[in-house]
């Protein structure tokens, strides 16, 4: 029997996670296996639908936990560049990483994969892109604001860290508008043509087949969904926040739903600002609707790990949550590599259910002897490091 860890206010982020994870699930394994009618059928619609979802969760949450990391680091009097040093290098780690799951997945299906898929844009790029973006772009602000105001070492700065959060909030808002406001152009009439396409990728996920690619991840606009988790973030780490407590989800429950009724308001008046008006894709009126159902989906999962069943017992979603990116990595081969258990577009809506439940109970016992596993390794490290 698996022991539920204690109540965690943060317990949100993690069951965020685990659900982005799940509608990868659904989303990949339907996307393989499906053939036939059941391809043209309304539920591969729905299915594939519900996974615009996990790529903008994953990086929304990135943004948030990206600002409780930098909010802790303050509160330690850790200098600005320190900070940058620290966060930059995690994301860096993240893209590595990105890269070496690009040059295994090439290395296993070796004789049938093509060369171009080693420069594949991939979420685990842009999601460590986006840190490094995130990085630099605290280091400014916060180099900034000491500069304005030196402080002692050792002895935090009387009200500096509420004018702080301000310029760090309104600084990652003006980034979040700006990616998604350029995103139009530079897909189209803006395009880095002179850049090598394995470089113009990471601008315009035009890979290397001429024009811009929906299933890439570049950094317009997909950067811009971790700045608003940035954004939010701050906002919540902030003292009125604080005093609010768990209400200020109830502004962010608000928030989401001015931003989606904007939204419609906006694509409803018909201006066309951009040569090309692509809505699925680049527009800003959808990056507006997703941003505020995000917000929803914030607020949702707060009140449900907070006051609802969401952490009563084990819960499967937070579980996925602490190793998604273990399981990302794992159920990618299991799904469409070489090790795939089901047959590519072959199945039948109960079939690739079926083999979706097989995908969920793996990834969830993987995760468990993950964190099980976790522990003692830990535990050796640490008695390693303190050897003489």
Not at 130 to 139: E, I
Not at 328 to 348: C, K, M, N
Request: net charge positive; proline share 7%; hydrophobic share 50%.
């Amino acid at each position: 029997m698996v022991k539920s860890a204690p109540p965690s206010r943060l317990a949100y982020i993690d069951w965020l996670r685990g659900l982005a994870c799940v509608l990868m699930f659904q989303t990949h394994c339907y996307d393989a296996w499906l053939g036939g009618t059941a391809r043209d059928s309304k539920f591969f619609m729905w299915s594939q639908l519900g996974g615009t979802f996990p790529a903008p969760l994953f990086l929304f949450l990135a943004g948030i936990s990206f600002a409780i990391v930098v909010d802790k680091l303050r509160q330690k009097n850790v200098p600005p560049s320190q900070i940058a040093r620290t966060t930059i290098k995690r994301g860096a780690e993240i893209f590595g990483l990105g890269l070496l799951f690009r040059l295994q997945e090439f290395a296993i299906s070796l004789g049938w994969a093509p060369w171009s898929d080693l420069f594949r844009v991939d979420i685990l790029n842009t999601i460590g892109a986006s840190m490094m973006l995130m990085g630099v772009v605290c280091w400014i602000v916060l180099a900034a604001s000491d500069a304005r105001q030196p402080r002692s070492p050792g002895r935090p700065r009387p009200g500096t860290a509420t004018g702080d959060i301000r310029a760090l909030v309104a600084v990652a808002v003006l980034a979040t508008a700006a990616i998604s406001a350029l995103t139009p152009l530079l897909w189209t009439a803006w395009r880095p043509r002179f850049l090598p396409w394995e470089l113009e990728s990471y601008i315009d996920g035009v890979h290397n087949l001429g024009l811009p690619q929906s299933w890439i991840f570049p950094i317009f606009p997909w950067t811009a969904f971790a700045f608003a988790g940035l954004a939010v973030g701050f906002l919540l780490l902030s003292p009125p926040a604080k005093k609010l407590g768990g209400y200020a989800f109830l502004w962010i429950a608000v928030s989401g739903s001015g931003l989606v009724l904007f939204s419609k308001f906006l694509d409803s008046r018909g201006l066309r600002i951009y040569p090309v008006y692509d809505y699925w894709h680049t527009s800003p009126s959808f990056f507006i609707i997703r941003v505020g159902m995000l917000l929803l989906l914030t607020t949702f999962a707060y009140g449900w790990c907070r006051w609802g069943p969401g952490q009563w017992g084990f819960s499967p979603l937070i579980q996925l949550g602490k190793t998604s990116l273990l399981v990302y990595w794992v159920h990618i081969e299991l799904v469409y590599g070489r090790f795939a258990i089901l047959p590519h577009r072959s199945q039948s809506i109960v079939g690739a259910s079926e083999g979706l439940l097989v995908i969920f109970l793996a990834m969830l016992l993987l995760s468990l002897l993950r964190t099980k596993l976790n522990g003692p390794f830990r535990e050796v490290m640490t008695w390693r490091r303190r050897r003489p």
